[in-house]
C-alpha cells in the first residue's frame, strides 16, 4: 500500500500517513476551506490501510489550530479508528497540545471523552 503524505500549507496541516510502520501523523495549522476534500482522501486511506494494518497503529495529532470543520472530520477519523479498535486491532491516539493552549487541551479531553480508544494526552512544552 502507498504512503500518504501531504505538505503543510497556510491553511492545511502537514499529514503522514504510513502504511508500513503504522505510525500516522497530522502536524500543524488546520483551517482548510474545504474540510471535506481534504479529510476526505485520509479517511479513504485510513480504510485502506486496516485490510492490511501494522501489528500496532498510532495516529500523532500535532495541531496548532482547527476550525470546525477540521474538528468535525476528526472525530470522523477518530470514529473509524474506534470501528477498527473494537474489531481487535491495536489503535493508540496520542494528542499533543501546547502547555498554555487551553482550547486544544479542552478539544483533546472532548475527543477523549467520546470515542473509547486510547488517546493520550501529551503536553508539549515550549
Known sequence: MENLFIEKSPATP??????STGVLL???RSIPENSE??????LTWIDQYF???????ILNLKL???????SKYLMEILRTLRKYHNQGHDVLVNWYYEE??????????HYQESVSIPLRLNVVYL
Open 37 to 42: 476534500s481534504f479529510f476526505e482522501p485520509l
Open 26 to 28: 497530522i502536524e500543524g
Open 64 to 70: 496548532e489550530y482547527v476550525n470546525s470543520g477540521t
Open 100 to 109: 498554555e493552549d487551553e482550547s486544544m487541551y479542552e478539544l483533546g479531553v
Open 14 to 19: 502537514r499529514v503522514e500517513l504510513n502504511a
Open 51 to 57: 485490510r492490511n494494518p501494522s501489528k500496532q497503529t
